[in-house]
């Protein structure tokens, strides 16, 4: 049972540049979530996903967009990558949309030139 | 949009000490509050969760408080562990979303 598996774990983008990330959860849960984390700021939230097929916006949504692919996994991309968006982006799932309690991945380190 | 933010960034405790840490929000209709455990290079844990409903909660050596009254929750860790060094993160849940604390760092020193 390895829980959130997110990938890659480091990435270096020249801006302007393109990339997913990749998150998979293997609890069965419903809910799916991509947060941001910056030195100082705690996590905020970018999308969520309450359940397979839909999608919705958090805190910080421009320059992101996503796909709940199927129940297991839940995507995000960058279309074009700005220095703004060096990160470290952590995908979670809950089992269900009401509750606070979230399994976070280890996290992906994303750095923009 | 709910803020959420806590006394102090930082917290050094010696090894056996109680640790406390201290968290303020600011929507007074929040009902759902939970802490979050960070070590390095680690994505968050799960700790412990209260409802509104409640004023203390305890789980194996932490306890949380909630004063709904002056929007405060504090985290209280019995018998401070090297293993509990690390960042603590308060959150608050409303419309389905956590928003969360900045963090505190807490260090254990031997």
């Known amino acids: 049972n390895a829980g959130v598996t997110q990938t890659p774990k480091f990435q270096v983008l020249k801006t302007g540049q393109s990339m997913t990330l990749q998150c998979a959860q293997d609890m069965n849960h419903n809910s799916m979530y991509w947060y941001r984390q910056d030195p100082g700021m705690g996590l905020r939230l970018i999308y969520y996903?309450?359940?397979?097929?839909?999608?919705d916006k958090g805190e910080v949504p421009n320059g992101y967009n996503v796909s709940r692919l199927n129940k297991r996994e839940f995507s995000l991309r960058l279309e074009s990558a700005a220095p703004s968006q060096t990160s470290v982006y952590f995908c979670?799932?809950?089992?269900?949309?009401?509750?606070?309690?979230?399994?976070f991945g280890e996290g992906s380190r994303l750095t923009v030139l | 949009g709910e803020s959420v933010g806590l006394h102090l960034p930082t917290l050094s405790v010696q090894e056996g000490d109680n640790s406390i840490i201290n968290c303020a929000y600011s929507?007074?209709?929040?009902?759902?509050f939970i802490w979050y455990k960070q070590e390095s290079g680690k994505g968050p844990q799960f700790i412990i969760d209260i409802r509104s409903n409640m004023d203390k909660r305890q789980g194996q050596r932490v306890t949380v408080l909630l004063n709904k009254t002056v929007k405060h929750l504090s985290l209280q860790i019995a018998a401070t562990q090297p293993g509990d060094s690390a960042v603590y993160f308060c959150?608050?849940?409303?419309?389905?979303?956590?928003?969360f604390g900045a963090g505190t760092t807490v260090t254990v020193r031997a």
């Open positions: 959150a608050v849940f409303n419309d389905y979303k956590l928003s």
């Open positions: 979670a799932s809950s089992a269900q949309e009401n509750t606070g309690e979230l399994f």
């Open positions: 929507n007074s209709a929040s009902d759902y």
């Open positions: 996903s309450a359940s397979e097929g839909t999608t």
